[in-house]
Antibody, heavy 121, light 111 residues
Framework: QVQLVQSGAEVKKPGASVKVSCKAS????????IHWVRQAPGQGLEWMGW????????KYAVNFEGWVTMTRDTSINTAYVEVTRLRSDDTAVYYC??????????????WGQGTTVIVSS | QSALTQPASVSGSPGQSITISCTGS?????????VSWYQQVPGQAPKLMIY???YRPSGVSNRFSGSKSGNTASLTISGLQAEDEADYYC???????????FGGGTKLTVL
């Protein structure tokens, strides 16, 4: 079935970087945007940005510009998000989600299982 | 502070109907028909329930419906069931800085 499978949990020290992967299967990877959304413990959803897997073009939420990078590798149907200069408040579950067919891809119709990133000294 | 405002919690008894509101501005909810609603059971990834204000993805129960009036969107769940107990988030396209914005989430309790 159509799915997004993310990489495993990470524990990082403050100031380090983390790169989370999101592998797509059972659909044409380049036909749908990939969104990245994070959720801090006990908090709501926060949109980080999206990548167009076809062109590689990106759009970041203003809060993430300059320290988050989204990339993709179309040869293996995988999207990535790299978060640099980690701080303790970056501790969260990071989700990738597929942009839906309608509404200019704003809706997110398939979600990965989430990747827990813990930032701790 | 979230860009879209939702009530922190709502509750209802089995069989009843409830409505969750999502208030934004003319730059997001009021200006575009790109409102979505997500259901999140604790410990799980969110699930798309409504997109483009009123449309249900295949497989979502017709007990879930969406609407919009001015700068406020609403999610209505009719015939409430125990399995509907979850957190619900609205989102919208925004012409402001974030491009996609979420509400703070509403915890639905089925009494």
């Amino acid at each position: 079935q159509v799915q997004l499978v993310q990489s495993g949990a990470e524990v990082k020290k403050p100031g380090a970087s983390v790169k989370v992967s999101c592998k797509a299967s059972e659909y044409t990877f380049t036909d749908h945007y990939i969104h990245w959304v994070r959720q801090a413990p006990g908090q709501g959803l926060e949109w980080m940005g999206w990548i167009n897997p076809n062109s590689g073009g990106t759009k970041y939420a203003v809060n993430f510009e300059g320290w988050v990078t989204m990339t993709r590798d179309t040869s293996i149907n995988t999207a990535y998000v790299e978060v640099t200069r980690l701080r303790s408040d970056d501790t969260a579950v990071y989700y990738c989600a597929r942009g839906g067919d309608s509404g200019a891809g704003i809706s997110m119709d398939i979600w990965g299982q989430g990747t827990t990133v813990i930032v701790s000294s | 502070q979230s860009a879209l405002t939702q009530p922190a919690s709502v509750s209802g008894s089995p069989g009843q109907s409830i409505t969750i509101s999502c208030t934004g501005s003319s730059s997001d909810v009021g200006g575009y028909n790109f409102v979505s609603w997500y259901q999140q059971v604790p410990g799980q990834a969110p699930k798309l329930m409504i997109y483009d204000v009123t449309y249900r993805p295949s497989g979502v129960s017709n007990r879930f419906s969406g609407s919009k009036s001015g700068n406020t969107a609403s999610l209505t769940i009719s015939g409430l069931q125990a399995e509907d107990e979850a957190d619900y988030y609205c989102s919208s396209y925004s012409s402001g800085t974030a491009f996609v914005v979420f509400g703070g989430g509403t915890k639905l309790t089925v009494l």
